[in-house]
């Protein structure tokens, strides 16, 4: 889904593609590791663009102070690990105690929500927000109905998929393809710093950026149409997201990774129906993943409802279990959480049922379900998956193992997050 806000331009240094290449060598440079939980400082940041320093597999001890878990977090049962593996959407710039999110979450154990500024089905700018102020009150009263932290997700990508925009009295920010362009390193960690500034003033844990779709197709009607990426070269690609992932760092929040294993190629939009990039997709795709993930910078990766004969002929990305647990995890070495795109989007819903769709995710590897209630608006949407998930362990076909292995990985990042 995407809601479109003007975005301000500003002054900043090109590279030319042969000063890029000059400073980065003919290969992906080694990425600058910034492992466990500990912020960047503030001296971190780039004053020009130089080579990252030698990749370290060292792990600093943490800066951040853990989240002290409840008593229920050492010993949860099944019901509570299965309300983490849920992200759910709702309508409200302000909720109290009878509100469906607070039910879900005080009685569900709802471990993740998403906040929009535009509500697709009704075609309406008022969702989730208003204003800064209205925005931290909100998720300070998401965070009081919950016995453990939260993850508040957003998509802030910049530019025109940013929903905490100008409209609404936020900073201005600029798009992907805008830092790609520009190619300073400085530039796009400035810019990201003060977005991640934005999120960590209102509460906001979890951003859904940034998005390392290679701009294969310029005219992709779902990226490169709404400026979401930064290149299609991969290299140029890797070292933005890393700034852009440092930066965020710094300020206490944590980063998605989208959209696996790749969604720069397509042809069509997954928000409608089936996209199927078997003739476009190549593994050059899957290059930025592979270099963050072995820098330790993939907080979390956020999969694509991309149908693709040569990884699965039968299930998408996201209901695949060669894509996920073999592809992602087994061969580029990802541990951390894998968070579904919308399950409620055309790809998944016009061709999958309700049990089908969330037993293939949950096989497939997925940790997070998704279901940000904005292409249909479902209330129970979190009651229903829950007893779908509690059926299907009861019934043997997903394992309890299986369950806690996603609730261990949900557990580590929130540790990660202010």
């Not at 509100?99 to 509500?119: C, K, M, P, T, W």
Request: hydrophobic share 40%; glycine share 6%; aromatic share 6%.
């Amino acid at each position: 889904m995407t809601y479109l806000n003007s975005s301000k331009e500003f002054l900043a240094r090109s590279l030319s593609r042969r000063e890029f290449l000059r400073l980065v060598g003919p290969g992906l440079p080694a990425l600058a590791l910034l492992a466990g939980c500990g912020p960047l400082s503030s001296s971190s940041a780039p004053s020009e663009i130089t080579p990252f320093p030698t990749l370290s597999l060292a792990t600093p001890s943490p800066t951040v102070t853990p989240l002290l878990p409840s008593e229920e977090m050492l010993t949860p049962d099944l019901e509570f690990k299965i309300g983490q593996m849920l992200m759910v959407g709702f309508r409200g710039l302000a909720i109290d105690g009878e509100h469906f999110i607070a039910q879900d979450i005080r009685e569900r154990h709802l471990g993740g929500v998403v906040l929009f500024s535009y509500d697709v089905p009704t075609r309406q700018p008022v969702r989730n927000i208003e204003s800064p102020a209205q925005v931290k009150t909100l998720i300070a009263s998401l965070q009081s109905f919950s016995a453990t932290p939260l993850l508040v997700a957003v998509d802030q990508e910049g530019g025109l998929i940013s929903r905490l925009n100008e409209q609404y009295g936020f900073p201005a920010t600029v798009s992907h393809q805008y830092l790609g362009e520009v190619n300073n390193l400085a530039t796009t960690y400035q810019q990201a710093t003060a977005m991640a500034q934005t999120l960590a003033g209102v509460g906001v844990n979890l951003n859904l950026a940034p998005v390392v779709d290679l701009c294969i197709n310029p005219a992709n009607p779902i990226i490169a149409k709404y400026e979401r990426c930064f290149s299609a070269d991969p290299a140029i690609v890797t070292v933005h997201a890393c700034q852009f992932i440092q930066a965020h760092h710094a300020q206490g929040v944590r980063c998605t990774l989208k959209h696996f294993p790749g969604h720069g190629s397509s042809r069509e939009d997954s928000h409608r129906g089936l996209v199927d990039v078997t003739e476009t997709w190549s593994r050059v795709e899957l290059q930025p993943y592979a270099q963050l993930i072995k820098a330790s910078l993939a907080d979390a990766m956020m999969t694509a409802h991309v149908f693709n004969t040569n990884l699965d002929p039968e299930y998408p990305a996201t209901l695949s279990r060669a894509a996920i647990t073999g592809l992602l995890r087994q061969e580029l070495g990802y541990e951390g959480v894998v968070i579904s795109d919308d399950m409620q989007m055309g790809a998944i819903v016009n061709y999958y049922g309700f049990e089908t769709a969330i037993e293939q995710a949950l096989g497939a590897g997925v940790d997070v379900l998704a279901f940000a209630n904005n292409s249909v608006y479902e209330e129970d949407v979190a009651s229903r998956a829950m007893a779908v998930i509690k059926g299907l362990v009861q019934a043997g076909a997903i394992s309890a193992s299986r369950i806690d292995e996603s609730y261990q990985r949900i557990q580590r990042l929130k540790r990660c997050c202010k």
